[in-house]
Nanobody, 124 residues
Framework: QVQLVESGGGLVQPGESLTLSCTASGPSFSVYVMGWFRQAPGKNREFVAAISGSGGSTSYLDSLKDRFSISRDNAKNTVLLSMNSLKPEDTAVYYC?????????????????WGQGTQVTVSS
């Protein structure tokens, strides 16, 4: 069982940056592919980024890859999502997720564990 706790959300102005953190408890963090998803009000949950267990492979939503970056520190059981040049349309609840298996999947149904989410609001 993996428990995930996100932190780092908040209110920022357009153009600013924010880094979200997700800390996992439980054994063998490095075997899990980690992903970030987001859900805006009235919209479906959307894939943002994922990173392989070793950190050597990443995938992104195409429209975000120039502004967002995912990384992990297996020694600290942590995965980060660095977000730059934030826009109002980035406003959403951001969720951290983990899946046991291969591949940086973009499919939320393939992730087995989820955090409670952290709110990111981009507004002037």
């Amino acid at each position: 069982q993996v428990q995930l706790v996100e932190s780092g959300g908040g209110l920022v102005q357009p153009g600013e940056s924010l880094t979200l953190s997700c800390t996992a408890s439980g054994p063998s963090f490095s075997v899990y592919v980690m992903g970030w998803f987001r859900q805006a009000p009235g919209k479906n949950r959307e894939f943002v980024a994922a990173i392989s267990g070793s950190g050597g492979s990443t995938s992104y939503l195409d429209s975000l890859k120039d502004r967002f970056s995912i990384s992990r520190d297996n020694a600290k059981n942590t995965v980060l999502l660095s977000m730059n040049s934030l826009k109002p349309e980035d406003t959403a609840v951001y969720y951290c997720a983990a899946r046991a298996g291969w591949g940086t999947s973009k499919n939320a149904l393939e992730y087995h564990y989820w955090g409670q989410g952290t709110q990111v609001t981009v507004s002037s």
